[in-house]
């Protein structure tokens, strides 16, 4: 489906379609290592008054799930999914229980929840986890993701991220960070850990839990959607000045190889030992553009991306300039192949008019996609070889474009 037949079937993110009057619930994901903190931190979080009608799913790997009964919670406001890892084999399970959980709260047969945590089993990758609340038609309907907390541990924190790659992926894809066990004495080098967390997610804020800092305030509604003002909070969401930061940060490192004549990374590699494997298949960056582009150019930009490189996509955002009505940008939001239905704006959220996408790119080149963005707009300075590649591209998408 083209992305303007797109645009007006798609129910915007604030749930203002006329047709469905229920606002769509914020969704919390909460993630991290095995033993990260994730149920300490739910409990802390539970306390709190903002979360007093929170529906709490916690998702446990095995027969027997302990964690229910760690959380101070009992009854109507808690579910427990144990019958194996949720982003492996029970995403049927998540759609089953959070669909049973509307029924009833629905038919008021239980309390009317008016937010959700998921919490998830250390182990779970969580884009397939976002990828069924993100396309499932009802539950898409009913939920919009505010946000995923990735707990990072202070103690193990390096290490784990070193081992698993999983622990990477958790990172990559927050919005929110929150350090734990800082306060332990076998804590780690933490300024090397922040830079680390920085270099592969500069959009996502961290949060000392040991100091306090892992608040409801900040880790719920950081989504597109503010309730607070009751609109899109375009900017916070994005967050794009933090790429930028990191990019100039990056620059500094890499000027400073160049001049040492060591080609292997980061000037503070030594303090992080090995530059680690799987963070340097993850690049974290900010296309922005000035000139509007047109729809059919970006659907094209998007599907090839999107067909072709769909698992590289650990997360993406942006707020897109469109040539047909530059005035109502376009806001995208992607996890991996799957993106949400665009959302066009009234206006721009602020005086800055430039399409802006922020990128968590896995096994790909910020240059790859820059290239791309230009062959598909046209912007000059193009490589005729790129627009002769994709024009013979066989994934080239017909007219049928994009987000069908
Ligand atoms: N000192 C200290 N201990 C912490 C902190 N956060 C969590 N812990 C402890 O770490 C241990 C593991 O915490 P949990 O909250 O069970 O971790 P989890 O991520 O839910 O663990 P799994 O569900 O097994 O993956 C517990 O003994 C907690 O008390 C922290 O910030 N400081």
């Not at 950081?222 to 930028?244: I, M, Q, T």
């Not at 897109?320 to 940008?329: K, M, N, V, Y």
Request: charged residues 25%; negative net charge; glycine residues 8%.
């Amino acid at each position: 489906m083209p992305i303007n037949e797109a645009l007006a079937a798609s129910p915007d993110l604030v749930g203002r379609r006329s047709s469905r009057p229920p606002p769509p619930l914020p969704l919390t994901l909460i993630t991290g290592f095995l033993g990260a903190g994730k149920t300490t931190l739910l409990n802390g979080l539970l306390r709190d008054p903002r979360l007093a009608d929170t529906l709490v799913v916690i998702n446990e790997f095995g027969e027997i799930g302990l964690d229910h009964l760690l959380v101070e919670r009992s009854g109507d406001g808690m579910l427990l999914m144990n019958s194996g890892c949720l982003c492996c084999s029970i995403r049927g399970d998540l759609i089953t229980t959070l669909e049973d959980a509307l029924r009833r709260r629905d038919n008021g047969r239980i309390a009317p929840f008016e937010r959700v945590v998921i919490e998830t089993t250390g182990l779970a990758d969580p884009a397939p986890i976002l990828h069924t609340i993100m396309t499932h038609p009802y539950l898409m309907l009913r939920f919009r993701l505010d946000g995923v907390v990735t707990l990072v541990d202070a103690v193990n924190g390096a290490a784990t991220l070193d081992a698993h790659e999983e622990a990477v992926k958790q990172a990559a894809v927050a919005d929110r960070i929150v350090l734990t066990k800082t306060d332990l004495s076998g804590a780690c080098d933490q300024n090397g850990l922040r830079r680390r967390l920085a270099d592969l997610n500069p959009g996502a804020g961290v949060f000392d839990a040991a100091k306090g800092e892992a608040t409801a305030a900040v880790l719920l509604d950081c989504g597109l959607y503010d309730p607070n003002r009751k609109s899109l909070d375009v900017r916070r969401w994005l967050n794009a000045e933090a790429f930028a930061a990191n990019a100039h940060h990056d620059h500094h490192h890499n000027h400073g190889h160049a001049a040492s004549g060591n080609d292997h990374g980061h000037d503070h590699a030594a303090n992080q030992s090995d530059v680690n494997r799987h963070d340097e298949r993850i690049r974290a960056f900010c296309l922005r553009r000035q000139p509007p582009i047109d729809p059919a150019a970006f659907n094209i930009f998007l599907e090839l991306l999107r067909a072709a490189h769909g698992p590289g996509l650990l997360r993406v955002k942006g707020v897109i300039a469109l040539a047909d009505d530059p005035l109502r940008p376009v806001v995208i939001h992607g996890v991996q192949h799957v993106f949400h239905p665009p959302v066009r704006l009234e206006a721009w959220p602020d005086e800055d008019q430039d399409t802006r996408i922020v990128f968590i790119l896995r096994d790909m080149s910020p240059d790859f996609v820059e290239r791309l963005w230009n062959a598909c707009s046209g912007a000059p300075g193009i490589d005729d070889a790129d627009g002769a590649a994709l024009a013979a591209s066989p994934l080239t998408p017909s007219r049928r474009g994009l987000l069908a």
